[in-house]
């Protein structure tokens, strides 16, 4: 499997507000080290999950890889060219093929332009010649599985289901190999959120696209990605196949975030608790492992000395002293 | 058995909008006793959050209730007058809101706001009153609570305000706790903490518990019985065993297959739904879920009854037998 996009040790720092009281603390951060030294592949028609709770800079690594918040170290190669640069020029190539479906997918619309409109901007932003734009319209509106007259609505007229499929027409409007999935299903009902899943996998296989998913969901990247890529402040913690990381997660993180899920079944309930403790700030990041203060098999070394993200020979990779067996 | 604390009989709302009424709720009936915990489960517009206000006579200014009433203990909540509603709502009945933020007033400390939500606790002191709200906070696990008394909501995590939320719901000793999508808004590993300590409280309070939530894991983690509302209506009632196990209506055994935490083998194509809830504005005159139903034949053209399989399972759908 040749990779469509290599991130090679990017990081992303973001600095702080520095005042004269600081002169006296020298000791202060003043970086917000949001992303650190993340190096990851995306195969050829491969789906990629990126797991982690809030604060976890699974969004930024998303942007960082389309150029919407400068890096501040580390290389992005996508379709084996490299990104020189932190321009906006200098992503602007790699955003025709590679899209980014957002979030909030109402808010990632503007309330004033029709559906219709919508659809069509991409091609007017990266200066697309566009033939007919009611049967461009249309035809992306077929793609998601929306009725034509739906070029005539606006935004505030759709449900959450169906703005997520108008997000997910305009990411494949110029036709990308590469699309960028941020939470696609959150805020929507179960039985809205299979269908939008299908959809993709569906689209997935009709256009050759790869996937990278970004979600605080199991349930739902267990049933959609090949690969699960684990992070915690900020870094990657556990790397690997779908199935081997639920099956038998290395890092006590990855362990714990599985068995914090709750499960729809009473006969199962959990009477212990998963986890203790809130992911801590990235401001005042614990020493040696940063993992180590939320840990339950947390040793001393934990404490000092930061482990490696060792990859094995299969490609699974775990950034602990003791994962677990 | 005795007479339940709370009890919803033949429940009606409806919302005036510019497009005609919203039959939000329709002849809803409910039960909630004292040590029991309640979940009322559905998808979005099926009208379990309405249920919540309704109970806690919230609802927003635009709803009327059309049939029905509410009986607390000896009160017939609708029946009140704002000022002995307001007493209900400050000591018998607590709600616990999704966004903990919004709970809270960003201007005040925590301590101002958990000594002011006793203020109809009269004969203590503000001494003890503050005493009382670092105890709350003890108990739900908020650590160094004298010093975030001082502190104010923005300078905590989601997880903490959520906790803090619970305990200024329970500040005042209610024996009605409603919570409505209480971890919606939190990360899974906090969510299981907010799980757990909801389960922790249960056992040494005495009053009923009403989770409302869109989760099925929820539901499944902490509740005794469950209601399963579809557009409205409840259409499914049973103890919580039941309800995962033997499922008598349709939309709960597809709502049920729809949930991906169900399927431990990754398939090809993951189960929906298919159509949409209906226009509560304009009902089909049979039952509301035909439409989207995959048994639905002739019979379901005419409105639905609950039917009952066992003293405490009943499902509106005339395939069920009692």
Known sequence: MSALLNIANLSVCFPLAFGLMDIFSPRRERHLRVLEDVSLDLGQGETLGLVGESGSGKTTLARAVLGLVPRSAGDIAFDGEMIVGRSEGAFRTMRRKAAMMFQDPVASLSPRLKVGTLLVEPFIIHGEPVASRRETAERLLALVGLPAAFAERYPHELSGGQARRVGVARALALNPRMVLADEPTAGLDVSVQGDILNLMTRLKGEFGLSYIVVTHDLALVRHVSDRLAIMYLGRLVELGPTADVFRAPRHPYTRALLDAEPIPDPRRRREDLAIEGEIPSILNRPSGCEFHTRCRFARESCRNEAPDFTQDASGSAVRCHYPLE | MTDPLLSVQGLSVNFRTPHGFVHALRNVDMQASAGEVIGIVGESGCGKSTLASAIANLLPGNAGIAAG?????????????ADAQRRLRGREIAMVFQDPMTAFSPVLTIGQQLIEFQHQMTGIGKAEKRQRAEAMLVRVGISDARLRLDGFPHEMSGGMRQRVAIAAALLMNP?????????TALDVTLEAQIIHLLRAL???????????SHQLGVIAELCDRVYVMYAGEVVELAPIDDIFHRPRHPYTQALLDCDPARLNQRGAVLPTIAGEIPDLTALPDGCVFAPRCSFADDRCRVPQVLTYVSDAHAARCHRVQP
């Open chain 2, 175 to 183: 024996s009605l706790l409603i919570a409505d999508e209480p971890t």
């Open chain 2, 69 to 81: 009433r509410i009986r607390f203990r000896d009160n017939d909540v609708l029946r009140l007058d």
């Open chain 2, 202 to 212: 249960r056992r040494d309070y005495n009053g009923a518990i009403v989770i409302v």
